[in-house]
């Protein structure tokens, strides 16, 4: 995991608590994000990023080996709602992570609007982040998923219900 900057009351230990609690929400207890091979990388409040290793699995067009479509738009999904994860978690620095965990079980995806720049090619993806606004219901994201060449495959705003 890489340094990042804490602005809020926790301590390190509840920091760190926090943060095995949303990576294996994330890598892990979503099943289907684990299946994808999506890791969690860098964060901050309301930003993220997540990375991924292209796999035959992950492959669309058989003939150039270029990644589904249907995997660039849950990569920006996922990205999306780990972003307002985050958001929500700095919104609430004086909860515990077990409280904070809670606050998750409203989050869903009302919509998102993928654009699709150019053909998924590449060994490794990596999908950034960030929340645009949060409200107490509502909150809306921007997303961008790069290959490991830096070229911009796709890009997303979505909208998450968080209450």
Do not use: C
Request: proline residues 2%; without cysteine; negative net charge.
């Amino acid at each position: 995991m890489s340094e990042h900057e804490d602005t809020s009351i926790r301590s390190a230990e509840q920091q760190a608590e926090l943060v095995a609690a949303i990576t294996d929400l994330f890598e892990h207890k979503i099943v289907f994000n684990e299946y994808l091979g999506f890791k969690m990388g860098d964060y901050s409040p309301g930003s993220v990023t997540i990375e991924f290793n292209m796999r035959p699995e992950l492959i669309g067009h058989f003939m150039h080996g270029r990644l589904h479509g249907g995997v660039i738009s849950a990569v920006l999904d996922a990205a999306g709602g780990l972003a307002v994860i985050w958001a929500i978690a700095e919104m609430h620095a004086s909860e515990s992570a077990e409280q904070i965990m809670q606050r998750f079980k409203a989050l869903a995806t009302i919509d998102i609007r993928v654009d699709y720049l150019r053909p998924g090619v590449g060994e490794t993806f990596y999908a950034e982040a960030s929340v645009v606004r949060l409200g107490r219901r509502i909150a809306a994201t921007r997303s961008v998923l790069r290959s490991d060449n830096g070229k911009d495959i796709a890009s997303a705003n979505g909208a998450y219900i968080v209450s």
